[in-house]
């Protein structure tokens, strides 16, 4: 061959090179892409599926066949028709961006105070508004497509995976809510009181014969409740066996075959722990911390005891609540008698409502007996206010004898004297006064156990009745099942009860204008923050991209809704997550903007008062921190 005819050649084959590689982008390379495009939008559906099995199914049915919410799964949403799936996406994009004003509908987007990204929102999207597929059918026989199968595929795997228990009371609790164990403890170990501070590393008698070494700060009560004594005595007092694992749990253990003992829990030679409507004795001396909401019908009937008895045991109780009704719901409080006569010298911190608060009675009618505006704010320390005779005292957190007595310019006798107060006063560290409210109880041999039937645990779930709760576990509807057991939910189930919280309609106006006006356009109740019970040690706020969210020893309330408790002296870390932000304290901000992700600032709270933590860029970012004495 010449070297004519190989230039030739090379030219020819570089041609045909150039032809197929032109052919190839001409035809093959957009069937890849539309095959790449079908690739996604299959994959975008499938992650849909699992986002509404996981989010939707609460209130719109496992199938989107609807319930709380609208049906979903329906033919309008499924037109392709150009024009009415581009509104239908829109629609189904901005409801589940903004919710629904007035609905149970929220807002889902996570700028918005949701927990889904866009792109997830966009997954969702196409979930609800894809196609019929030829020869795919429901369970009903209905026409569907892949990824409803997909999201009722992922719907069984949560209920498998998931379990509901039996709730109720257990030996522990029941011990904690009666006192039992700290006396035991301080009577064996020759101790003043069950709060008489003990030395670390002090050896400890125990009831059941066990020897420990005391914690730093540990008194006869907390040691009760970390080692479990009163459950173990209760249970040692009615004969139950019991347990107690290497990481120190008290249990009641099952024996024989599960499967028979759930079938027929009353079978004899099964134990399986407590029961719903089982009784207990109890030991000798156990008091009654009274509930928030319980009355005096309700305490002796879960007690086996009568309301004459609780009365006749407490006189207090009955002269500081004014003899209320059998059916009367009590606040749980400690409430303490002031003599006739009797003024409020006010402390460091004190307002006009915190001291009305504090005294049970309206602030406008303590700011008239001491001609005082309703309004006014900060009362100077050491300022003498009237109280009307008959004034009570609701006793607060770190209170304690002598301090009641000094603030209303009485002896501590005087106090004990006025309330018939012996032991039942419950004093704890530094002689506090417990603000939980006490009585007293005679022998106790019928305590009713509390615990939950079918009917109960399935009101806490959707598509969930006694009767498929009970046939997903092979018991009858109205069997009763031991206390902590774990039950199946049934394959339809739809997850939790949603909630009953309604779509105020600020999402989509927050950046626009503040809750507080809105509520003010809308009608809307104004945001609450209540100050809470517990105090707290180790407080984080965390702003991220609208919100405030505060983590107090580390449990994170809701966002924009939480208020914390802490004492005089305490650092607050503020940490940005995400966005621009300012820390203001009351209206000050603390040095510069968050300008940056992990940015801290810290600021310690040396005076007691209520502080509102705002944002100069996000009106509607809130937390409160209350600073107590």
Known sequence: ??????????????????????????????????????????????????????????????????????????????????????????????????????????????????????????????????????????????????????????????????????????????????????LEIAALNGLDSEYAAIAKGTEIRLPDGRTIKAAENDDARKIAIRENVGAILIAELNGLDYGIDEAGNFYLPYEGDDEAMMLNPDAENIATGLLPGQTLRLPSGAEYQVQPGATFETIAEQHGITIAEI???????????GDPAPDAKLTGKRVLFLPN????????????????????????????????????????????????????????FGDTQASIASSHGITVETLRSINNIGWILKLGPDDQVSTELWISLPPINSYVVHGAGLSEIASGFGNVTASSLGEANHVAADAVLPIGKKLHFPPDSWGAAPSDIVNSGTACVQHTVSTSAFSTISGADPIVIDEPNAISQDVVVLANSNDWTVVADGKAGEPNRTGVKITAGTTVTFENVVGLHTVTVDGDQLGEDFESPGAIRTFTFESPGEYQITCDYHPDMLAVVFVTE
């Open 341 to 396: 006569e009797t003024s409020y010298t006010a402390q460091a911190g004190d307002t006009l409502a915190k001291i009305a608060i504090a005294h049970d009675i309206p602030v406008l009618a303590l700011a008239e007996d001491n001609g005082l505006e309703e309004d006014v704010t900060a009362i100077t320390e050491g300022t003498k206010l009237s109280l009307r005779d008959g004034t009570r005292y609701v006793v607060q």
């Open 1 to 182: 061959m010449n070297t004519q005819r190989q230039i030739f050649l090379i030219v020819v084959l570089m041609f045909i090179s150039v032809a197929g590689c032109a052919a190839y982008a001409a035809i093959d390379l957009p069937i890849r892409a539309e095959r790449q495009a079908d690739f996604f939008e299959a994959e975008s559906i499938e992650r849909g599926a699992l986002l509404y099995a996981n989010n939707c199914r609460t209130c719109h049915g496992i199938r989107g066949e609807g319930g709380v919410g609208l049906t979903l799964n329906k033919a309008a949403f499924r037109n392709q028709e150009p024009l009415a799936l581009t509104q239908n996406q829109d629609l189904i994009r901005r409801t589940l961006i903004c919710g629904r004003a007035g609905t149970l509908m929220p807002a889902w987007l996570d700028s918005n105070g949701g927990s889904l990204t866009a792109m997830q929102i966009e997954h969702l999207v196409r979930l609800l508004t894809a196609p019929l597929e030829d020869g795919l059918f429901d369970a009903n026989g209905n026409p569907t497509n892949r990824g409803w199968l997909e999201a009722v595929h992922f719907a069984h795997n949560l209920n498998y995976e998931s379990a509901a228990s039996v709730t109720g009371d257990t030996l522990s609790l029941i011990a904690k809510a009666h006192g039992i164990g700290g």
């Open 311 to 321: 009365r006749n045991l407490n006189s207090f109780l009955v002269n500081v609540l």
